[in-house]
T-cell receptor, first 113, second 110 residues
C-alpha cells in the first residue's frame, strides 16, 4: 500500500516570498492533517480536514497560511508571505477516520532566508 | 491545555544496554496515547497506541506501558538500528488532533 506522498521534499526561499506544499494521502483516508515541526520539537497541528471540510484550524496563522483540500483527496498548504520563523518541516498525515491512527508522509523541509 | 513532556531529551546507550524512555502527560481524559519513531530526514513512523492504564504492547525490542499519568517505552538489548527520535503523543476525548512531546533522541553505539 502506498504511503502519504509529499512534494517538494526541500524548499529554500527568501522572506516575504510565497511557497506551496502538496500532499496526497493514503487511498481511502478521509482525514488529512498538516503539522509543523520546528527543529528539536514535536509536530504541531496546523489544520485538519475531514473530506473537503475543515475540522480544526485553530493553530493556523491565517494571516499568512492557507490550505485547501479539493475533491476530498489531495491537499495544498500555502504560506504567503513567508517569515524567517516559518523555517520548519511541514508534515502531512492521513487517517481512515478522525480517531484512527495517523500515518505521516516524509515531510517538506522549508528554509526561509 | 493538553501537555506532553518527554524525558530524557537525549539518551546514549551501548548496544545491548536496556533502558526506558518516559512520557508524562496532562490531558482532560485520554482517548489514546501514541508512540512514533522518527529517523533523520523522515516523517514519524507509527509504533503503538495505548488506550487505558495497565495496557502494554510489544514490538521486537520495544515495549510500551501506560499509567494514568505517564507512559514508558522500554527498549531491551537495543541495536544501533534502534537509533532514532521517539515521539509520544496524546489524543483527548472528542478531539482528533495529536498533541506531541518534544521527543527523546536515542543513540545506540555499537
Amino acid at each position: 500500500e502506498a504511503g502519504v506522498a509529499q512534494s517538494p521534499r526541500y524548499k529554500i526561499i527568501e522572506k516575504r516570498q510565497s511557497v506551496a506544499f502538496w500532499c496526497n494521502p493514503i487511498s481511502g483516508h478521509a482525514t488529512l492533517y498538516w503539522y509543523q515541526q520546528i527543529l528539536g520539537q514535536g509536530p504541531k497541528l496546523l489544520i485538519q480536514f475531514q473530506n473537503n471540510g475543515v475540522v480544526d484550524d485553530s493553530q493556523l496563522p491565517k494571516d499568512r497560511f492557507s490550505a485547501e483540500r479539493l475533491k476530498g483527496v489531495d491537499s495544498t498548504l500555502k504560506i504567503q508571505p513567508a517569515k524567517l520563523e516559518d523555517s520548519a518541516v511541514y508534515l502531512c498525515a492521513s487517517s481512515f477516520g478522525g480517531r484512527e491512527t495517523q500515518y505521516f508522509g516524509p515531510g517538506t523541509r522549508l528554509l526561509v532566508l | 491545555e493538553d501537555q506532553v513532556t518527554q524525558s530524557p531529551e537525549a539518551l546514549r546507550l551501548q548496544e545491548g544496554e536496556s533502558s526506558s524512555l518516559n512520557c508524562s502527560y496532562t490531558v482532560s481524559g485520554l482517548r489514546g496515547l501514541f508512540w512514533y519513531r522518527q529517523d533523520p530526514g523522515k516523517g514519524p513512523e507509527f509504533l503503538f497506541t495505548l488506550y487505558s492504564a495497565g495496557e502494554e504492547k510489544e514490538k521486537e525490542r520495544l515495549k510500551a506501558t501506560l499509567t494514568k499519568k505517564e507512559s514508558f517505552l522500554h527498549i531491551t538489548a537495543p541495536k544501533p538500528e534502534d537509533s532514532a527520535t521517539y515521539l509520544c503523543a496524546v489524543q483527548a476525548p472528542g478531539a482528533q488532533k495529536l498533541v506531541f512531546g518534544q521527543g527523546t533522541r536515542l543513540t545506540i553505539n555499537p
